[in-house]
């Protein structure tokens, strides 16, 4: 079982905010990394290290680490926001890396 | 430009081998940790395994005595040996690269290679 937990799915109406949480205990160590993946196509970094996005990964993603949850927030959610998206981090060893179940999120 | 190809996926029968290669290009390979990353059919990401710039070595316990994970820096490419194939190993193999000194942070990824394991 993953030592990454994620809420299966959630839905955000259109332009509004919606956060999407990552619990485990490797996260009081180190910060979760998180990914978009769309339908057949490869995932994509949008969040790593405290808050950093990759070049052209839009400024409405944002992420926070704090005490054992790692968070994702989309700030004026849009339709091409509608995906699955994974958190990652290491184990609580810290040898392995472990990701998320992932959340399947829904732009209505 | 940054390029992961992957290669070697194909349908396989329960306990037999498989050949993965990533080939990369547009980046100093052998500076890099690089990959391995599954997805089965329908489900979430799977760490399988990664390799140093020094060739340091880690497994997920899922794969650890069954898979061999390689480079070779001259032909900038990675790969995956996968013995004693099983049906949970069907899946959808990418091989990534991290982002230093992010070093579970994968800021490129190949398209992926499907493997299937049935009989």
Known sequence: SSELTQDPAVSVALGQTVRITCQGDSLRRYSATWYQQKPGQAPLLVIYGKNYRPSGIPDRFSGSTSGNTGSLTITGAQAEDEADYYCNSRDSSGNHVVFGGGTKLTVL | EVQLVESGGGLVKPGESLRLSCAASGFTFSSYRMNWVRQAPGKG?????????????YYADS????FTISRDNAKNSLYLQMNSLRADDTAVYYCARDLPPYTYAYGDWGQGTLVTVSS
């Not at chain 2, 794969?63 to 069954?66: E, I, M």
Request: charged letters at 20%; hydrophobic letters at 35%; aromatic letters at 6%.
């Open chain 2, 63 to 66: 794969v650890k005595g069954r």
């Open chain 2, 45 to 57: 990401l799977e760490w399988v395994s990664s390799i140093t710039s020094s060739s340091h070595i």
